[in-house]
């Protein structure tokens, strides 16, 4: 069983930063991809970072530049830092394992999501 704990998001105005967390508890995580997927309102769930298990990242052209996805394995959490903040990245976000280690076979875990919010 995975269980995956998003946290960090709320209101910024557009050019600030946030930093959100995922806190994983299961079977999966050390040896596995993992990537930070956002849904915003009326769109699909898209896919906006990947970091390997081997620490290579990826991230979406939309986001190049501005976030950056970490991990620490011995705490089990992922971390999304966003910068240079846009209304466009408003959405929720959500973290979720990849069940290979370079981020091509999606698991279908998911947490609750967090609510980001860019507006002034």
């Known amino acids: 069983q995975v269980q995956l704990v998003e946290s960090g998001g709320g209101l910024v105005q557009p050019g600030g930063s946030l930093r959100l967390s995922c806190a994983i508890s299961?079977?999966?995580?050390?040896?596995?991809?993992m990537g930070w997927y956002r849904q915003a309102p009326g769109k699909q769930r898209e896919l906006v970072a990947v970091?390997?298990?081997?620490?290579?990242?990826m991230y979406a052209d939309s986001v190049k530049g501005r976030f950056t996805i970490s991990r620490d394995n011995a705490k089990n959490t992922v971390t999304l830092q966003m910068s240079s903040l846009k209304p466009e990245d408003t959405a929720v976000y959500y973290c979720?394992?990849?069940?290979?280690?370079?981020?091509?076979?999606?698991?279908?875990?998911w947490g609750q999501g967090t609510q980001v919010t860019v507006s002034s």
């Open positions: 979720s394992p990849f069940r290979d280690r370079v981020g091509r076979d999606p698991s279908g875990y």
């Open positions: 299961g079977s999966i995580f050390s040896m596995n991809a």
């Open positions: 970091i390997t298990s081997g620490g290579s990242t």
